[in-house]
């Protein structure tokens, strides 16, 4: 049995920050830590004390975190970077909020005794004898200490308080991994002595500081342990966390400012497959033995107990189930079809937020990324790399930019308008023929899924004058739910790692508008507020046409020929994951300037390979099977003096070890090719529990200084710690724990809806003519009765459910108490 964490949080906006340049402003960015590692970096917003970043983040942390950390931070040009405050919400904190957390909250000082990291690896036990009775403290090692010396590693050493008596371990100079292996013996009797007796709250305190030649020590982190309890067990071993002092942060009423939060804490206890496996039947049998009429099934119950708010989330977990069954495309098909059949008005097909709708939406997320970014990517970064000024309303024309033309206004916007409608032409023109020879580029899978709604639309809406309902229906998903969004912000969907300035916003929010249109086939063209569009409606109008013939390409596929695998993966395994340059360290360069042994080297990765060449269009590449990779993690920055390290750890066919260092540009770069990796290697036999996050340089490691290069690591390794994303791996587990839990809390509903309080009802006066009541009876009769025998068996799982819950949940209890009398 598993747990399932999953933290979301984003940085809405700040406000009231005070000012640390002498322009009397500030350049914020905010620094996001999970238990003190950086696991995200915002932009920086130049000049501005109300800043507004709007950046989400999704991580899943299956070990679990403590803390959740955010710095606001004031960019300078020269020097170190100010800190301006921060917010830290606890792990127990986040989760008494279980709707989650949307509220202002006051920056508070940074204080240096409360920035503790890492753990201590400790046994400590009592030794008794005929003359006395001393208490044995094995200081082992430490492990992921706070750096606090501007080489990013500190001289730790352990100061161990017993009663009245302190004790002092060896300094370790340089290293945030020490090895002390030193028994430090306290005397035990004398204590009694001098104090008559131990009182209940006697603690053996051990602390961990950063010795300095000048000034004081720095605090690291500190742990205790009653004596009361050591005296009743044998012995406390293991490795535990350090922990501040524990004092108060007071937000000083707000000088510092605020900043706006939303952060949400899913937490999952995963079950064995076998419990998950009768509900998952149930779900199959929906879309395999489809019931008569309006007979319900675990799905349509689904929809009807799901709030709109959680019907995304709901899509995504069943798009995942399917597709790991391989029944993607029935499962869309049997969604899409009875929208199709309960749609009137073809205008209204699809418009709500229907578990249909939702599902399509996330089956595209889903399969289809890699061929998004390949159409969409390279017209996007040239985009943000031109930073055109565009703009086509009368009323936002900028009229500092209009004098800077001319010094006729009138002519100057009408410069203005003509320059951008050419740009606006030349991006959307370039935009329209990537999607539209992108035919072969399309996911198999997809183009199978929307072959099935087109029949489904044609079929329900046969005449003449709904000839374009069938486009529609297609274009609607992939043009207004898919194309479009992605140009209008392209962070979202990982086109880019940052969020567009206000110029390019403007300008992928045209483009985006006038792609929706072409989407549309230009209905509703003209009858809009926003006739300043009117100049694109010609280049709109012409490529309807071309829209409707790539549809027709679109979905001319053979069913039959979409292999097995196809259908049960993400993607195919030679697709894309990621790409991009990164800067590789030689291996050969051991003695060679830091400057000279990082090389630029153009990466790709899929879920079989990692390979990397001089350039995109390098013909000779090097690759390393994904399957070799035993762990991929952060390298410490004084193991190269280098920032946005990591490393990849793989094995050859005969076992023997290799690791290869990038550098990524920034932070956020690091941790999505972290993230990437991780995911694509994380079902390998051999995946290492532990690794040196330093390097073996001068004969010996940087991070624990060991001299044997074979020895065990001294860091944790940290491999199924990923970013949430469209690439998620396929864990049907976790994905049908979801649903449970959704169906747990409409439980009551069903039954009272179905069960308790269902009617077969009577016949309505028109019925009673057309035929015999008993006739009437009888068949409302059967309807009644499988519509209750099909709610009784979805309820039976779901209490079979709850209860391997509740009994794993008391072994859970059982197991904490004898460890804890242990102790």
Known sequence: MAKNTSLYFRVVEGRSLPAKDVSGTSDPYCIVKVDNEVVARTATIWRDLNPFW????????????????????????????????????SKEYIASHPRGIDSWINLTYVDPDEEVQG????EIHVVENQQRRTLHCHVLEARDLAPRDISGTSDPFTRVFCNGQTLETAIIKKTRFPHWDEVLEFDMDRQVEESSELTEDAVISVEVWDWDLVGKNDFLGRVEFPLDALQKSPAIKGWF??????????DDGGKLGALRLKVRLAEDRILPSMYYQPLIELLVESILYPPEDEDITPLTMLEEVSSVESRQEIAMKLVKIFLGQGLAVPFLDYLNMSEVTKTADPNTLFRSNSLASKSMEQFMKVVAMPYLHEVLKSIVNRIFDEKKYIELDPCKIDQTRTRKISFKSSLSENHIRESSLELLKGYLSDIMDAIINSVEQCPPIMRVAFKQLHKRVEDQFPDPANEEVKYLAISGFLFLRFFAPAILTPKLF??????????????????AKAVQSIGNLGQQLGHGKEQWMAPLHPFILQSISRVKDFLDKLIDVDSENVSELQQRALFHPSVTIKEGYLHKRKAEGVHLVTRFTFKKRYFWLSSETLSYSKSPDWQVRSSIPVKRICAVERVDENAFQQQNMMQIITQDNEGLPHTMYIQC????ELNQWLSALRKASIYNDRMQPCYHPGAFRSSRWTCCLQSDRTVRGCGRTHSAVTLGDWSDPLDPD????????????????????????????TPTETEATVQSNSHWQERSQ??????????????????????????FERREREEATNHSHHL
Not at 790 to 801: E, F, G, K, P, Y
């Open 665 to 668: 540009k920034n932070v956020n």
């Open 494 to 511: 990982n086109l880019r790692d940052q969020h567009a300035d206000t110029r390019t916003s403007r300008t992928l929010l045209l483009l």
């Open 782 to 807: 059967s309807f009644h009765d499988r519509r209750m025998a099909a709610t009784a068996r979805l309820l039976d799982v779901i209490q079979d459910l709850e209860r391997a819950h509740q009994a």
């Open 241 to 250: 966390r350090l922990l501040p002092f524990g004092n108060v942060e007071e």
């Open 119 to 122: 753990e201590i690896h400790l």
């Open 734 to 761: 976790a994905e049908t724990q979801m649903i449970y839990r959704q169906l747990l809390l409409g439980r009551d509903k069903l039954r009272k809806k179905y069960i308790e309080f269902s009617d077969p009802g």
């Open 54 to 89: 709007g950046e989400e983040y999704t991580l899943h942390l299956p070990m679990g975190f403590h803390n959740l950390a955010f710095y606001i931070m004031d960019e300078d040009t020269i020097g170190h970077d100010d800190v301006i405050g921060k917010i830290s919400l």
